[in-house]
């Protein structure tokens, strides 16, 4: 994927995710944002039912191991990533998932801040 003009790949974010939070699947993705840039989402999937990280210990891991481009601009916390028939992760709709959410945020704001 090519985030801010550097070209990189998921799995690079994805190795650091795991390496820090060992209790933890990881699948980066790139979504395109409502203005139209793209940038990195994050879906993480915790391995133990009894341990759930919180957002606050995957931003400060991100902050701290990886560079300004790399870091995700959406991070969500999900049981299990949707699969394609062949029973790989869909990336494609993990990545539709994010600009979704990018959107209704966006969409948000805008009726949040527009004049009554």
């Known amino acids: 994927m090519k985030i801010s003009g550097y070209r990189l790949h998921p799995s690079e974010i994805e190795a650091v995710i795991t390496r820090e939070i060992p209790s933890v699947e990881a699948v980066a993705v790139a979504f395109e944002t409502s203005d139209g840039l793209s940038r990195v989402a994050l879906f993480v999937m915790p391995l133990r039912d009894d ?28 049981e299990q990533p ?25 969409q948000t704001r805008r009726r949040i801040s527009s004049p009554v």
């Not at 341990?51 to 606050?56: E, K, L, N, T, Y």
């Not at 995957?58 to 916390?77: K, T």
């Not at 949707?82 to 959410?101: F, G, H, M, N, Y």
Request: with cysteine.
């Open 82 to 106: 949707p699969l394609t028939p062949s029973l790989k992760v869909d990336r494609q709709r993990l990545s539709e998932w994010a600009t979704d959410a990018a959107l209704d945020r966006s």
């Open 51 to 78: 341990w759930v990280p919180d957002f606050a210990t995957i931003r400060s891991c991100c902050a701290r191991e990886l560079a300004h481009y790399q870091r995700p601009h959406y991070i969500s916390i999900i």
